[in-house]
Nanobody
Framework: QVQFVESGGGSVQPGGSLRLSCTTS????????MGWFRQDSGKERWLVAT???????IYNDAERRRYMISRDNVKEELYLQINNLKPEDQGVYFC????????WGPGTRVTVSS
């Protein structure tokens, strides 16, 4: 059974940083292209960044300078570092393969507020 479990979200002030983590099971993580997705309130989930099995990254243009996706193929974990957080970064973040499979985790919520 495929499972994704996201963590690391929280409420932070503008300018702060967060590191989101994702643990996976049921997939061949080391061979999978992975992605972070975000769902804003009342909107559809959308792709933030992807990383291939060998570490090649692609970002949505708006997030390129402040986001960093990374992975640990030994631990089978995916990460998203977000720096200089802004209110527009708020939302629920999900990890999945890319393209995504229909087995979404609970997500982790990021709130940016002073």
């Amino acid at each position: 059974q495929v499972q994704f479990v996201e963590s690391g979200g929280g409420s932070v002030q503008p300018g702060g940083s967060l590191r989101l983590s994702c643990t996976t099971s049921g997939i061949t993580f080391s061979r999978s292209r992975m992605g972070w997705f975000r769902q804003d309130s009342g909107k559809e989930r959308w792709l933030v960044a992807t990383i291939t099995s060998d570490g090649t990254t692609i970002y949505n243009d708006a997030e390129r300078r402040r986001y960093m996706i990374s992975r640990d193929n030994v631990k089978e974990e995916l990460y998203l570092q977000i720096n200089n957080l802004k209110p527009e970064d708020q939302g629920v973040y999900f990890c999945n393969t890319y393209p995504p499979i229909e087995s979404w985790g609970p997500g982790t919520r990021v709130t940016v507020s002073s």
